[in-house]
């Protein structure tokens, strides 16, 4: 998703200007495009070696804005450059100097100059954050339209507790890919089922399936990255959902029906992509049966099916999507069958191959669509685009 965008990471003089080292590395690995502005606070924490190092650029600092060399005009240059801005840490006098559109510092006129849309991440000494001076200037700032990610709490640095810790890497490299998708689901609540489902035959012992629930987890990212409320109601996961999503855990396809029905009457948008067992023994046995007892049959009934049962109570405004998982030879035909059938309004359908694979080959089929699309690579992008064709045929309904 972050793929060839160009993104400013700014840092400043803070402790975790070493973690601005971890998501310029994170950034890279998504391949965007960055250059890293260090302020002269920031200089006395980090170098410029380590982050051109790390991204493969050049890394500009106040030096480059007194004396700039070549033609190039740091300020307005960099900020005619970039998609997006980034400012992590962002320190409480930087807070203070682009509150009140003091340019003396390059990032700052990098901002100044710059349309892009701006995400400051502050980290600091829990007093000096939850100080009115910083606040008024958050505030301040939050009218400008920057988007103010706020810090985690716990212990800090300098020995206190409370709010002031920059959020983890990852947490923000979430926050940049926001930043950069446009908000088609903003206002919406996603429904999501995840992973496989176990359906126990005694205190230990249960049928499953090997679902490792990375496709459910892919499709929670991208919805959260389109804006919208998500909801994931997941069986046992080898994967964790994003910060930012609502997890339901449940363990059998009768307790997912369950909390997923609670859910889905607020719901505007239903993926079904559980990998929900059909069959459940008969009887639970109480305990651990021992060896020597256990039956030599197990009698299974059928679970309830999720989907079908959701979508009859689907309202005209509401759009589910299901998955399909078949055998190559009868992927199309059995897919087309579960669209009429079941009442999806978009199934995406999968090879049996793309089970516990992190990149996948789908064709998405819809009502409206007069030929399936044809989607590969990453579940992560396949399931974003998935998403948005969903908002597509969400938007159509509205
Ligand atoms: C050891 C040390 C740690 C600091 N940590 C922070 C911090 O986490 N957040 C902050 O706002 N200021 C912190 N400061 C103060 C800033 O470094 C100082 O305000 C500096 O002028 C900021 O420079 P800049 O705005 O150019 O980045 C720290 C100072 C020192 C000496």
């Given at each position: 998703m972050?793929?060839?965008?160009?993104?400013?990471l700014g840092?400043?003089?803070?402790?975790a200007?070493?973690?601005?080292?971890?998501l310029?590395?994170?950034?890279?690995k998504?391949r965007a495009?960055?250059?890293v502005?260090?302020t002269?606070?920031?200089?006395?924490?980090?170098t410029?070696l380590?982050?051109?190092?790390?991204?493969?650029?050049r890394c500009?600092?106040q030096r480059d804005?007194l004396?700039?060399?070549?033609?190039?005009?740091?300020?307005t240059d960099?900020?005619?450059?970039?998609?997006?801005?980034?400012?992590?840490?962002a320190?409480?006098?930087?807070?203070?100097?682009?509150?009140?559109?003091?340019?003396?510092?390059?990032?700052i006129?990098?901002i100044l100059?710059?349309?892009?849309p701006?995400?400051?991440a502050?980290?600091?000494?829990?007093?000096?954050?939850k100080?009115?001076?910083?606040?008024?200037?958050l505030?301040?700032?939050?009218g400008?339209?920057?988007?103010?990610?706020?810090?985690?709490e716990?212990?800090?640095?300098?020995?206190e507790?409370?709010?002031?810790?920059?959020?983890?890497?990852e947490?923000?490299?979430?926050?940049?890919?926001k930043?950069?998708?446009p908000?088609?689901?903003?206002?919406r609540?996603?429904?999501i089922?995840?992973?496989?489902?176990?359906?126990?035959?005694?205190?230990?012992?249960?049928?499953?399936?090997p679902?490792?629930?990375r496709?459910?987890?892919?499709?929670?990212?991208?919805?959260?990255?389109?804006?919208?409320?998500?909801h994931?109601?997941h069986?046992?996961?080898?994967v964790s959902?994003p910060?930012?999503?609502k997890?339901h855990a449940?363990t059998?396809?009768?307790?997912?029906?369950?909390v997923?029905?609670?859910?889905?009457?607020?719901?505007d948008?239903?993926?079904?992509?559980?990998a929900?067992?059909d069959?459940?023994?008969?009887e639970?046995?109480?305990?651990?049966?021992?060896?020597?007892?256990?039956p030599?049959?197990?009698s299974?009934?059928?679970?309830?099916?999720?989907?079908?049962e959701?979508?009859?109570?689907?309202?005209?405004?509401?759009?589910?999507?299901?998955?399909?998982?078949e055998?190559?030879?009868?992927?199309?035909?059995r897919?087309r069958?579960?669209?009429?059938?079941?009442?999806f309004?978009?199934?995406?359908?999968?090879?049996?191959s793309?089970?516990?694979a992190?990149?996948t080959?789908?064709?998405?089929?819809?009502?409206h669509?007069?030929e399936?699309i044809?989607?590969s690579?990453?579940k992560?992008?396949?399931?974003?685009?998935?998403l948005k064709?969903?908002a597509?045929?969400?938007?159509?309904?509205?």
């Amino acid at each position: 998703m972050l793929s060839g965008r160009r993104i400013i990471l700014g840092v400043c003089g803070g402790i975790a200007a070493y973690k601005a080292a971890l998501l310029a590395r994170l950034l890279r690995k998504e391949r965007a495009e960055v250059k890293v502005v260090l302020t002269t606070g920031a200089e006395a924490f980090v170098t410029p070696l380590l982050f051109e190092a790390l991204v493969r650029d050049r890394c500009f600092t106040q030096r480059d804005f007194l004396a700039p060399q070549g033609g190039f005009i740091p300020h307005t240059d960099l900020a005619a450059w970039a998609e997006a801005i980034v400012v992590a840490p962002a320190t409480a006098s930087f807070l203070s100097k682009l509150a009140r559109g003091e340019p003396s510092d390059l990032l700052i006129a990098v901002i100044l100059a710059s349309t892009a849309p701006v995400l400051l991440a502050p980290a600091m000494n829990t007093h000096m954050f939850k100080h009115p001076a910083t606040q008024e200037n958050l505030e301040r700032l939050r009218g400008f339209g920057y988007h103010i990610v706020p810090p985690g709490e716990g212990a800090l640095a300098c020995g206190e507790e409370g709010p002031g810790r920059m959020p983890e890497p990852e947490d923000l490299l979430l926050e940049v890919e926001k930043l950069l998708t446009p908000s088609l689901l903003a206002g919406r609540r996603v429904l999501i089922t995840g992973g496989p489902t176990r359906e126990p035959l005694d205190a230990v012992r249960f049928i499953s399936n090997p679902s490792s629930g990375r496709m459910a987890v892919a499709l929670s990212r991208a919805a959260l990255l389109l804006g919208a409320e998500v909801h994931l109601v997941h069986g046992p996961l080898s994967v964790s959902p994003p910060p930012g999503v609502k997890t339901h855990a449940v363990t059998t396809a009768r307790e997912m029906l369950q909390v997923a029905g609670e859910i889905f009457p607020e719901a505007d948008l239903v993926v079904f992509a559980a990998a929900v067992c059909d069959l459940a023994p008969a009887e639970v046995l109480p305990g651990k049966i021992p060896k020597e007892n256990l039956p030599e049959r197990i009698s299974l009934v059928p679970t309830p099916d999720i989907a079908r049962e959701l979508n009859s109570r689907k309202r005209p405004h509401q759009v589910s999507i299901g998955f399909a998982l078949e055998e190559p030879s009868q992927l199309l035909p059995r897919a087309r069958k579960k669209l009429l059938d079941k009442g999806f309004d978009l199934v995406a359908a999968n090879p049996l191959s793309a089970f516990e694979a992190r990149e996948t080959e789908i064709f998405l089929l819809g009502k409206h669509l007069s030929e399936p699309i044809r989607l590969s690579g990453s579940k992560e992008k396949v399931a974003f685009r998935i998403l948005k064709e969903g908002a597509r045929v969400l938007s159509g309904k509205a």
